[in-house]
């Protein structure tokens, strides 16, 4: 139940960052390059310090490396199949594989279907994510929080990304609120579905870590790094080095 309840808090920061959007507009860029910039320091220290070094312990070095392969080709499947938005600036989103309507001016229909996309995106992303909070709270409690808290701070962007072409193409807040919602509680479905699995064996736990590691480790070289420094390089590679300090003391 401690994990359930970690993802849970995790999954529901996305609706924090749409109602962040919906109040403030977005946030500026050096707020938001040092929170993602920071968010990828913790996320790369609890990958490199803690959970492949336990994935190791409990299984082998060919589950550990199979894991983690397998959880960046998880994350590249979905990055290469599914749309998803990136806070590229303040003022706009940058939508990774969403087809749009050829030599037409975007109309709210569009963008509602933009919002669709990147909302149906960003919940198949979150599933990883809950199996990492799963596997984490596994090994021990203490980790577990730190994963969620490190995909807390990750998810708020998310929810700004789903919240914007939502809220343009003419939808309600509280409907957009319901979905950011919704799209944050896959991190549960994730861990979920972890638990139902980790029973098997320390071996599987071990490989699960690994996976977890795979996960995040794409997702900070592939989202948090870059839209960090799009947005201020300097500050998101201060925060980048106090997440990344901060995971190093605390694990």
């Known amino acids: 139940m ?5 993802s849970f808090l995790a999954g529901s920061s996305m609706v924090l960052g749409a ?5 403030l507009g977005s946030p500026g860029k050096r707020l938001m390059a040092g929170l993602l910039g920071f968010a990828g320091g913790i996320m790369l220290a609890i990958s490199v310090f803690e959970l492949m070094p336990e994935a190791l312990e409990l299984s082998s070095m060919t589950v550990t490396i199979v894991g983690f392969i397998l959880g960046c080709g998880l994350l590249y499947l979905l990055d290469i199949y599914m749309p998803h938005a990136h806070m590229s600036t303040t ?5 990774e594989n969403e087809q749009r309507m050829p030599e037409k001016e975007e109309s709210k229909e569009a963008l509602l279907r933009t919002g669709y996309l990147i909302f149906f995106g960003i919940a198949l992303h979150n599933v990883p994510e809950g199996l990492a909070i799963g596997a984490g709270v596994e090994s021990s409690p203490e980790l577990g929080m730190a994963i969620a808290i490190a995909i807390a701070l990750h998810n708020i ?12 193409g003419g939808l309600s807040s509280l409907m957009v609120i319901l979905f950011t919602f919704v799209a944050g509680m896959m991190t549960v479905v994730g861990t979920a579905l972890g638990l139902l699995l980790f029973n098997i064996s320390t071996v599987f736990i071990g490989g699960s870590l690994a996976f977890a590691a795979g996960a995040m480790f794409y997702i900070v070289n592939d989202e948090l790094i870059p839209q960090a420094n799009k947005m201020h ?3 998101a590679n201060l925060g980048l080095i106090l997440g990344l300090l901060i995971g190093f003391v605390i694990f």
């Open 233 to 235: 390089a300097h500050i």
């Open 91 to 95: 003022d706009k989103l940058v939508v």
């Open 157 to 168: 962007p998310e929810g700004l990304a789903v919240a914007g072409p939502l809220l343009a």
């Open 2 to 6: 401690e994990s359930l309840l970690y």
């Open 19 to 23: 109602i962040v959007f919906m109040v």
